[in-house]
């Protein structure tokens, strides 16, 4: 079952937890159940249309979901998932 | 009296209080400032500018900081050099090149830097920092040193020595990260939270983007207040080419332009180019790039923060943004030197390599009053350009010597 990492502008919702344990197999299955959980929390990362916000970045095991299957990456054997706001470059 | 409004959401709308923080609480969007347009109206004018600092501290009221800069320190208020030589080359009568590699630290980014360790100090921070792979490094370094604040610059640990070089020698101190850019980012934004650091590029980001407005306010200024027909740009994260179109419509806001139509074109490096790439698309939805590999290595945002709004700016100003090859990025920094005088990093290379397109495409013509942002130094980036290096001659301490080799090569002079 893998942690998930909440970054500070969420942890309102996880009553301030950092690190929340949450089984899913798939990152699309994850966020429902974190929004089961703490509700409030889907429409902090989704838009609209139900697409990851553009300033948002999911983290597999530290690779962007936006490169592997989007919502559909699995989590067989993923030991953390991280929240990760966009952090621009200089 | 403040002349900021508000920090506001780019994308939900939110608007918080003018604090260090850089990203919605609700929907992780960027934060803007928001200036009271009429109260700079009121008090600034042409006059007041010319009579201020000769640096980017005399558009001190369009930039979002109320104490604490030194008007002193020699950022900003660079050449506009009109560039009759690479102008005839390319086809263009009234060509002219922004010279920024002549910044304290050889960059753009010392505007940016100099607004933000300003409002690091007047937010009352003691140390200041940047996550970095290059120029924001030394301009952060640099900034640092003069302010006397302790600095902190985080770098990848396979960073070139020579950034690395560049940074310590201002007394930063340098914190090399065993990880991706990505993770050193990530790491930097928890710092940034936890130790209250001022971090550049993270919590005073919305005030230090603002510092990029005095490209597009100077250069109106030194063409005698008026605005160019085209102003060629690098695209990196898109924030100094969102930033040109921001800071020419404050122009307007506040009376000091009648009107302005400038077409702001932005320029890539193929390797890395994925606001082009979805420029090409007609797309407003750019693909990141996971891998860039590009010679442009300053420009090398793969997943760019402001590729969105850079790409709405070229819908509304009818900007173009083109990408160029590794080649043609060596070539337009040769060109650039070798016609103008000016020896810029490989980001030059790159916003000649797309002028010279824009004038083959006939987007720009012959007497478009037209401006290149020429916004770092060559030395900067020699190893671009290692194996172009000019023809040298190897001679004995002799006359007799030069004059045969000269001869070999076909070179005959008149004494």
Redesign the interface.
Known sequence: MPTVRIP??LRSLTGGESRVDVAADTVGALVQQLEADYPGMAE?LLDADGEL????NIYVD?D?I??KDGFDTALDGVGEV?I??????? | MSTINALQCR?CGRAYEPRAVH????????LEVQFDYQAIRDRISRESIAAGPQTLWRYADLLPVESGWDPTWPVGLTPLQRAHNLGERLGLNRLYIKNDTVNPSFSF?DRVVAVAVAKARELGFETFA????G??AGAVAAAGARHGMDTYVFLPADIELGKVRGAAVYGARIVAVDGT?D?L??L??EIA?LYEWAF???NV?PYYAEGSKTLAFETVEQLGWQAPDHIVAPI??G?LYTKIGKGLRELVDVGLLDEQHTRIHGAQGDGCAPVAEAFARDSMTYR?V?TPQTIAKSLA?G????G?YALKLAKECEGVIDAVSDAEIVDGIRLLAETEGVFAETAGGVTVGVLKHLVENGEIGPDDLTVALITGNGLKTQEAIDSQTADSFAVKPTVTSFEQVLADRGVYVTA
């Open positions: 500070t502008p902090r916000r553009r300033f948002v530290g962007d936006r490169f991280s990760v706001p966009s952090v621009a470059g200089g | 994308e990203v919605c609480e609700f929907c992780f969007g960027p980014k940047c996550a970095s792979t120029n924001l850019y993770e980012n990530r930097c934004s939270d550049c590029n993270i980001r990196a994260s924030s990141a996971r945002i997943n760019p923060a402001d969105f």
